[in-house]
């Protein structure tokens, strides 16, 4: 993936999860790799499950139903690895 489109993704993520604290009223949290999306960001099982429909919608990638398991990712970073890798495959390119 392009540094270009691996920049976009991260954008897009970044903006769905901003837009989430915003709608569910939590205190703004500067993004980083190592931050744990439930514990961190404050987010609910619920806030996650929206977020995965989002980012289907945004993306147009589900690496979830591809065999990634949504248990093996907990953090901002995790999530731009299993998005990035996913639209790579999707683009035909070596993750």
Same mark, same amino acid.
């Given at each position: ?9 991260? =954008?897009?993520?970044?903006? @769905? ?8 009223? /939590?205190?703004? @949290?500067?993004? #980083?790799?190592?931050?744990? $999306?439930?514990?961190? /960001?404050?987010? *609910? ?10 980012? =289907? ?7 979830? *139903?591809?065999? $990634?398991? /949504?248990? #093996? $990712?907990?953090? $901002? ?8 890798? *996913?639209?790579?495959?999707? *683009?035909?390119?070596?993750?």
């Amino acid at each position: 993936m392009s540094l270009s489109v691996a920049s976009k993704t991260r =954008e897009r993520i970044d903006s @769905v999860l901003q837009s989430i604290q915003q709608q569910r009223g /939590l205190p703004p @949290v500067p993004l #980083e790799e190592g931050h744990q $999306v439930m514990a961190d /960001l404050g987010f *609910a099982s619920l806030d996650v499950a929206q977020l995965i429909a989002l980012l =289907e919608i945004e993306l147009g990638v589900d690496p979830f *139903a591809a065999g $990634v398991s /949504l248990q #093996e $990712v907990h953090t $901002v970073g995790e999530l731009y690895r299993v998005y990035q890798d *996913a639209c790579n495959k999707a *683009a035909g390119q070596a993750p």
